[in-house]
């Protein structure tokens, strides 16, 4: 599958853990994206990298979030101290190099926090 | 930054009918329009996009225009189909930077 993949595809954790999400994107896209989505709303920005440079964090995104894309390919998305608030589908999106170029998502995590 | 406002938020249209979704954004930089469908507990899925060099643009049943002086855009699907129900997203984009998305259009085609 040459698509973008997301690891786990759920997740159930308790409040106060940490959780970490994998996205692995196109293999040639440079750009890599990471949005929130919760029930009947558009894909929330928190994030983006070029290659392995994270270009820009959302003011939304508090200090708990944290994401890396070390060698410029796979990405993790780490939320420290969970919430019930962070109860959300996790999407990951590449494209080949600029915000003008097609995203291609993932199918998402969906993490609940009880 | 740029918001994208989307209009209306649930739409009901019958078998074989036009929908029109209509959305505005707020900076006149933005110059990437791109449009998303999502099906149910699936990941969205892009089914058109629009430059800022470009008025209208049109792919079989879907088409989509573009206004720059009055920073709108909108999606046309003409003859529905029921595979056609789904949440449709736009999105605007300034020059090289992140996408912003508007809240949705639930498209529901009635038979």
């Known amino acids: 599958d040459t698509g973008v993949s997301q690891d786990p595809r759920h997740k159930i954790t308790k409040r106060g853990q940490n959780v970490t999400f994998r996205c692995d994107p196109i293999s040639e896209h440079n750009r890599l994206y990471w949005y929130r989505q919760t029930l009947g709303q558009g894909p929330e920005f928190l994030t983006y990298?070029?290659?392995?440079?994270?270009?820009?964090k959302s003011r939304l995104l508090s200090d708990r979030f944290s994401a890396e894309r070390p060698k410029g390919s796979f990405s993790t998305l780490e939320i420290q101290r969970t919430e019930q608030g962070d109860s959300a589908m996790y999407l990951c999106?590449?494209?080949?190099?600029?915000?003008?170029?097609?995203?291609?998502f993932g199918p998402g995590t969906r993490l609940l926090v009880l | 930054g740029e918001n994208v406002e989307q209009h209306p938020s649930t739409l009901s249209v019958q078998e074989g009918d036009s929908a029109v979704i209509k959305c505005t954004y707020s900076?006149?930089?933005?110059?990437?329009f791109p449009w998303y469908k999502q099906e149910l507990g699936k990941r969205p899925q892009l089914i058109i996009d629009i430059r800022s060099n470009v008025g209208e643009k049109k792919d079989q049943r879907i088409a989509v225009t573009l206004n720059k002086t009055a920073k709108h855009f909108s999606l046309h699907i003409t003859e529905t189909q029921p595979e056609d129900s789904a949440v449709y997203f736009c999105a605007a984009s300034i020059w090289d930077d992140k996408i912003i998305f508007g809240k949705g259009t639930r498209l529901h085609i009635l038979p």
């Open positions: 999106a590449s494209s080949l190099a600029s915000a003008s170029d097609a995203q291609y």
């Open positions: 900076d006149s930089a933005s110059n990437y």
């Open positions: 990298f070029q290659n392995e440079a994270q270009l820009e």
